[in-house]
């Protein structure tokens, strides 16, 4: 039998949110900042004792559980994908296994060395080069110098910054910083690895490599825990699924079983926008309502293969230079097709009597028949300010496309292209 290489008993972690205006959370303007420091300083000379039962009455606190009660194996040699929907608790677990934060209660029992890759930032000593923290992160994970020297030249041709090797790393781009930091902790042969969304930041091609580099880790016998919202990676890279929900335990079993019950959790979340939770972004602007409809009229929400399509995005309000993108995911969690409202074409159009809408007209749905989740996420000011996933589900029926009838069973592709046979006589 492998190997027992992570223990996690009743592992929960809470956090004291504080608000302010009894309980409402949020930002003042500098107005509002410099009034109420000038009401606080003159409070505290008339009347101290009265100040304290203001502050008091406006500032509650509140105990927020990322994690509850988590209990699980980590065996050697197991590549574990971690799925779940933002807030989940997913990048709060691998900070407490990598060291970086305390658990509330319960306890964890790791054997080997760890070599994490989280946040960008997280790792590196800003004010040392590339070359330095080479040596230091080897020296923290128990390597010496000889060690670290065996595996140096490979590192570096791993993360392509050979030419600023000498550059301390505060003025590294994210996207280097991420590529020398994945090159030391793969290849300083830890016993277990640890990876978050971070590779996100990189670009495609040495995203693969990673994904690449990983595999190979993992068959060596190493163990990796590897975030990701991108589902079809997660089921390629992974033997093993922990599937968290609310910072609950929800389901532990094989990639696909996992990726299968977190996309069927999707199906029972309020169709209420503003009531979501697990979104990202800035929130200045907000998705309120998706209305999907195969005309203008919203005479049928019914779409089928061939038929129009029109998707209306609502929101809190609209501004100059919004962009809004949607992406459609099928069954088995894989991005199917993208669409980015910054991208024009020479039909799109300009309408200010709609309001607080962007609105996306298809032609001819080309998605065979099936169920599709879609995520969406807003961006404005360079900065995003919403994105959910799942934001709501779509149901595709049998129909035609161009004459040709188009009803495909699961499991045999996900888009339907217009085409014609040349056959013989």
């Given at each position: 039998?492998?190997?027992?290489?992570i223990?996690?008993?009743?592992?929960?972690?809470?956090?004291?949110?504080?608000?302010?205006?009894?309980?409402?959370?949020?930002?003042?303007?500098?107005r509002?900042?410099?009034?109420?420091?000038?009401?606080?300083?003159?409070?505290?000379?008339?009347?101290?004792?009265?100040?304290?039962?203001?502050?008091?009455?406006?500032?509650?606190?509140?105990?927020?559980?990322?994690?509850?009660?988590?209990?699980?194996e980590?065996?050697?040699?197991?590549?574990?994908?971690?799925?779940?929907?933002?807030?989940?608790?997913?990048?709060?677990?691998?900070?407490?296994?990598?060291?970086?934060?305390?658990?509330?209660?319960?306890?964890?029992?790791?054997?080997?060395?760890?070599?994490?890759?989280?946040?960008?930032?997280?790792?590196?000593?800003?004010?040392?080069?590339?070359?330095?923290?080479?040596?230091?992160?080897?020296?923290?994970?128990?390597?010496?110098?000889?060690?670290?020297?065996?595996?140096?030249?490979?590192?570096?041709?791993?993360?392509?910054?050979?030419?600023?090797?000498?550059?301390?790393?505060?003025?590294?781009?994210?996207?280097?910083?991420?590529?020398?930091?994945?090159?030391?902790?793969?290849?300083?042969?830890?016993?277990?690895?640890?990876?978050?969304?971070?590779?996100?930041?990189?670009?495609?091609?040495?995203?693969?490599?990673?994904?690449?580099?990983?595999?190979?880790?993992?068959?060596e016998?190493?163990?990796?825990?590897?975030?990701?919202?991108?589902?079809?990676?997660?089921?390629?890279?992974?033997?093993?699924?922990?599937?968290?929900?609310?910072?609950?335990?929800?389901?532990?079993?094989?990639?696909?079983?996992?990726?299968?019950?977190?996309?069927?959790?999707?199906?029972?979340?309020?169709?209420?926008?503003?009531?979501?939770?697990?979104?990202?972004?800035?929130?200045?602007?907000?998705?309120?309502?998706?209305?999907?409809?195969?005309?203008?009229?919203?005479?049928?929400?019914?779409?089928?293969?061939?038929?129009?399509?029109?998707?209306?995005?609502?929101f809190?309000?609209?501004?100059?230079?919004?962009?809004?993108?949607?992406?459609?995911?099928?069954q088995?969690?894989?991005?199917?097709?993208?669409?980015?409202?910054?991208?024009?074409?020479?039909?799109?159009?300009?309408?200010?009597?709609?309001?607080?809408?962007?609105?996306?007209?298809?032609?001819?749905?080309?998605?065979v028949?099936?169920?599709?989740?879609?995520?969406?996420?807003?961006?404005?000011?360079?900065?995003?300010?919403?994105?959910?996933?799942?934001?709501?589900?779509?149901?595709?029926?049998?129909?035609?496309?161009?004459?040709?009838?188009?009803?495909?069973?699961?499991?045999?592709?996900?888009?339907?292209?217009?085409?014609?046979?040349i056959?013989?006589v």
């Amino acid at each position: 039998m492998p190997e027992t290489v992570i223990r996690v008993e009743n592992l929960s972690k809470s956090y004291l949110l504080r608000h302010q205006d009894g309980g409402k959370a949020g930002y003042q303007s500098l107005r509002e900042s410099l009034s109420n420091a000038v009401s606080s300083f003159g409070q505290k000379i008339f009347n101290k004792s009265s100040q304290i039962e203001l502050d008091a009455a406006h500032n509650t606190e509140e105990e927020f559980w990322a994690l509850r009660d988590l209990s699980f194996e980590i065996k050697q040699g197991d590549r574990v994908g971690i799925i779940g929907r933002n807030g989940a608790g997913k990048s709060t677990l691998l900070k407490i296994l990598s060291r970086i934060t305390e658990p509330t209660t319960g306890k964890i029992g790791i054997t080997g060395r760890v070599a994490s890759l989280l946040e960008v930032g997280t790792g590196f000593h800003p004010e040392l080069t590339g070359r330095e923290n080479i040596y230091l992160n080897g020296a923290i994970l128990g390597m010496d110098r000889v060690e670290i020297k065996k595996k140096f030249d490979e590192i570096v041709a791993f993360s392509e910054v050979e030419k600023f090797l000498d550059t301390p790393v505060k003025r590294y781009s994210s996207g280097m910083y991420v590529r020398l930091a994945f090159a030391v902790a793969a290849h300083l042969e830890p016993e277990i690895l640890i990876v978050d969304e971070v590779l996100a930041v990189g670009d495609a091609q040495f995203q693969k490599k990673c994904l690449g580099k990983m595999e190979d880790v993992g068959k060596e016998g190493r163990s990796i825990l590897f975030v990701s919202h991108n589902l079809g990676v997660v089921q390629t890279l992974c033997t093993r699924g922990i599937f968290l929900q609310r910072g609950t335990l929800q389901l532990d079993g094989t990639a696909h079983e996992c990726v299968s019950g977190y996309l069927t959790s999707f199906e029972s979340v309020s169709t209420n926008l503003l009531e979501r939770s697990d979104r990202r972004g800035k929130g200045a602007i907000k998705f309120t309502e998706i209305k999907v409809s195969v005309d203008s009229n919203f005479s049928s929400s019914t779409l089928a293969v061939g038929r129009p399509a029109r998707i209306a995005f609502h929101f809190t309000e609209v501004r100059s230079g919004m962009q809004c993108i949607f992406t459609f995911y099928d069954q088995h969690g894989q991005a199917i097709i993208n669409f980015n409202s910054s991208v024009h074409g020479q039909e799109d159009q300009v309408d200010r009597q709609i309001g607080k809408v962007i609105v996306c007209e298809i032609d001819e749905l080309g998605l065979v028949p099936g169920r599709y989740r879609m995520n969406v996420a807003l961006y404005w000011n360079g900065e995003l300010q919403d994105a959910i996933e799942a934001a709501t589900i779509i149901d595709v029926e049998n129909g035609e496309l161009r004459g040709r009838p188009i009803a495909i069973a699961s499991g045999y592709g996900s888009v339907s292209f217009a085409h014609k046979w040349i056959l013989p006589v």
